[in-house]
């Protein structure tokens, strides 16, 4: 009997319970700081919106995806959305830092950008300035009730981009070049669980 005992309980012991999945959809303001110094000297950052997912997978793992750009523009009866970022990535929490409202999260995140443009009649959609690489970020979520927290991230990471100016007038080519980057640098926004 204490065998059978023994043969059953080890592996609820070894894997846990199931937890249920937890899916929370987010929006705010990203790169906040460098708007902010913007106002002190002549740069010209943009405000970015970002829209996330992230899914729970156990007590401290998470899959999340991001969309991350800049406020639309319309120039000649073209739509363009400069610094298009679509990022998937994987997020765990830190758990020696034990509090009731606030979690605190780190991971990583692989990115694609791009500027996308939309003629006003025509259904097509063009791309330009393409890049792809790897952000770290870390992230803090307050929670204000069971189903919704107010969050802020940063990231940091480098990545391949493709020459903003264009195509080399010498050669032709486009070139690509490595860029550090962050794209979320102090954003605030708030998050919906479901």
């Not at 937890?22 to 405000?47: D, M, P, R, V």
């Not at 997978?57 to 739509?79: A, H, W």
């Not at 330009?128 to 940091?156: P, Q, T």
Request: net charge positive; with cysteine; charged share 20%.
């Amino acid at each position: 009997m204490k065998k059978i005992l023994i043969s059953v309980l080890f592996p609820i012991c070894i894997y846990g319970q199931p937890v249920q999945k937890i899916n929370s959809l987010g929006f705010g303001f990203s790169n906040n700081l460098e708007t902010l110094s913007s106002l002190f000297n002549n740069s010209n950052a943009k405000q970015l919106l970002h829209i996330d997912y992230k899914n729970k997978s156990d007590s401290s793992k998470n899959f999340r995806s991001s969309l991350f750009f800049n406020l639309p523009k319309t120039e000649n009866n073209v739509i363009t959305i400069d610094n298009l970022f679509i990022a998937i990535g994987y997020g765990k929490q830190i758990n020696f830092l034990k509090m009731e409202k606030l979690n605190i999260y780190y991971g990583i995140d692989f990115y694609c950008k791009m500027t996308a443009k939309r003629a006003r009649l025509g259904p097509i959609i063009s791309s330009s300035n393409y890049g792809f690489g790897v952000l770290g970020f870390l992230e803090f979520e307050f929670a204000i009730d069971n189903n919704l927290s107010l969050y802020s991230d940063f990231n940091m990471g480098f990545g391949f981009h493709q020459n903003e100016d264009g195509p080399d007038p010498g050669t032709g080519l486009i070139t690509w070049y490595l860029k550090k980057i962050s794209t979320k640098n102090l954003s605030i926004g708030i998050r919906k669980s479901f």
